[in-house]
């Protein structure tokens, strides 16, 4: 008897028709019923640090340092860990442009040019080499020297605080 009750209510048109409008009413009107996490961020924004705004393609970049390159990349640690790593490094970032330790692109040239890994077969640098060991690891030479850029900052930050 339950069960030929229950038949008769799932084939009724009308309850499916309540239902469905339940349905859309709900996907049409979540931002009511569902708290969000982004407010009082721009687009674009990966989040905020300090009161300002880290841009997505910034923080992407900084997931990607975390994470690594190529061969050595680290598919182990779980994103939460990455982003964690990530927004530590945008904080120290953020630090070390407000004590004017940015690494400058002169610095970055000269750690390029004395890497023994792009060393060529005259024994000095290669931009032959030092291309193709670039994109054997997906990336371009903007996206290394930034990289490095902002390995060399960290470094210079870390240098200062443990110096002192």
Known sequence: MVIHQFNRLIK??????VF?????????FDFLFVGRDDEGRSAGS??????KDVTAVNFRALVDDARGFGRNRDTRSSNVEINRRAW???AALSVAKAAHLEATDDEVREQIAHDPSFRGEGGGFSLRTYEMLLRENGMTPEMFEAFLKRRLTLGKLNRVVLGS
């Open 12 to 17: 009724n048109k009308w309850v499916w028709g």
């Open 20 to 28: 469905a409008i339940a349905i859309s009413v709900f996907f049409a």
């Open 46 to 51: 990966a989040g905020k640090l300090a009161g």
């Open 88 to 90: 530590q490094a945008a």
